[in-house]
């Protein structure tokens, strides 16, 4: 089993800065790509940056430049680093965990990011 542990949400003025993390557990030797999403209120969800265990990433067309999501093996965390957050980032970030063969998703509890002024 994976368990994933998100921190690092807020409220935050439009320009201002958040990092979230997302501490793995468990059977992370079984993960081979994790990511974030995200959902705001009235939409459905949203992919926002993903990466594998080789260090590859992409983003959503609408944080690319902002955004950028690393990962510290030794702690078995990833992390969104979040700069210059518009109000439209507002949402619910949710850290996700693939692991295949079987095939298991995986989700934390959610973390509410709030830009507002």
């Known amino acids: 089993q994976v368990q994933l542990v998100e921190s690092g949400g807020g409220l935050v003025q439009p320009g201002g800065s958040l990092r979230l993390s997302c501490a793995a557990s468990g059977s992370i030797f079984r993960i081979n790509a994790m990511g974030w999403y995200r959902q705001a209120p009235g939409k459905g969800r949203e992919l926002v940056a993903h990466i594998t265990n080789g260090g590859s990433t992409n983003y959503a067309a609408s944080v690319e430049g902002r955004f950028t999501i690393s990962s510290d093996n030794a702690k078995n965390t990833v992390y969104l680093q979040m700069n210059s957050l518009k109000v439209e980032d507002t949402a619910v970030y949710y850290c996700?965990?693939?692991?295949?063969?079987?095939?298991?998703?995986?989700w934390g509890q959610g973390t509410q990011v709030t830009v507002s002024s």
């Open positions: 996700h965990a693939e692991r295949r063969w079987p095939h298991i998703d995986y």
